[in-house]
T-cell receptor, first 117, second 115 residues
Framework: AQTVTQSQPEMSVQEAETVTLSCTYDTSESNYYLFWYKQPPSRQMILVIRQEAYKQQNATENRFSVNFQKAAKSFSLKISDSQLGDTAMYFCAFMKESGGSNYKLTFGKGTLLTVNP | DAGVIQSPRHEVTEMGQEVTLRCKPISGHNSLFWYRQTMMRGLELLIYFNNNVPIDDSGMPEDRFSAKMPNASFSTLKIQPSEPRDSAVYFC?????????????FGPGTRLTVL
């Protein structure tokens, strides 16, 4: 079974600064997908960024980027130029590439990020 | 597109009562997931349907929980009888076959409180 660990329950950052959220995972699979989801106080789960394990290039989406280290099974999220609207719970998630049968997401426990003005 | 629709958004009930949560997936999506979020256990998958057929129900906690998907546009999660430990936020998510990166789109969730 896969496990996802987020070792930072809470973090804070000043507006406009950069912050990195950590995520490690454990799997015996070679092909899989990794995701970061954001959950603001509205409770809505929003996909922030995704990475396919076979791609060596780190994914980027505007101010959001990842550092994917496959050998180390690490998938950290970097938020640049932090904005007040980035305040949310952030979840790291894993999905194995199952060849069409099971698309279950396994989530970490989350990191509560607070952006301070 | 309206996104994944869940109802009700909030439900307060008393222990022993039957609770039914509803979900309408995004049109054209053929996979549907029910997740539960609690402080203690985080987000966990309860059950997953593909083309209206249950594929993985290993996360369903016990026989008090049941889920159905009678057609491609509707699913229910029922708890009977409900217990205080069932209090949680229940999310429904859907996915389109062949969709990019296997992305799942989440509904707004139903906050259930069992007194």
């Amino acid at each position: 079974a896969q496990t996802v660990t987020q070792s930072q329950p809470e973090m804070s950052v000043q507006e406009a600064e950069t912050v990195t959220l950590s995520c490690t995972y454990d799997t015996s699979e070679s092909n899989y997908y990794l995701f970061w989801y954001k959950q603001p106080p509205s409770r809505q789960m929003i996909l922030v960024i995704r990475q396919e394990a076979y791609k060596q290039q780190n994914a980027t989406e505007n101010r959001f980027s990842v550092n994917f280290q496959k050998a180390a099974k690490s998938f950290s999220l970097k938020i640049s130029d932090s904005q007040l609207g980035d305040t949310a719970m952030y979840f790291c998630a894993f999905m194995k590439e199952s060849g069409g049968s099971n698309y279950k997401l396994t989530f970490g426990k989350g990191t509560l990020l607070t952006v301070n003005p | 597109d309206a996104g994944v629709i869940q109802s009700p958004r909030h439900e307060v009930t008393e222990m022993g009562q039957e609770v039914t949560l509803r979900c309408k997936p995004i049109s054209g999506h053929n996979s549907l997931f029910w997740y539960r979020q609690t402080m203690m256990r985080g987000l966990e998958l309860l059950i997953y349907f593909n083309n209206n057929v249950p594929i993985d129900d290993s996360g369903m906690p016990e026989d008090r929980f049941s889920a159905k998907m009678p057609n491609a546009s509707f699913s229910t999660l029922k708890i009977q009888p409900s217990e205080p430990r069932d209090s949680a936020v229940y999310f429904c998510a859907s996915r389109r076959a062949g969709g990019s990166y296997n992305e799942q789109f989440f509904g707004p969730g139903t906050r259930l409180t069992v007194l």
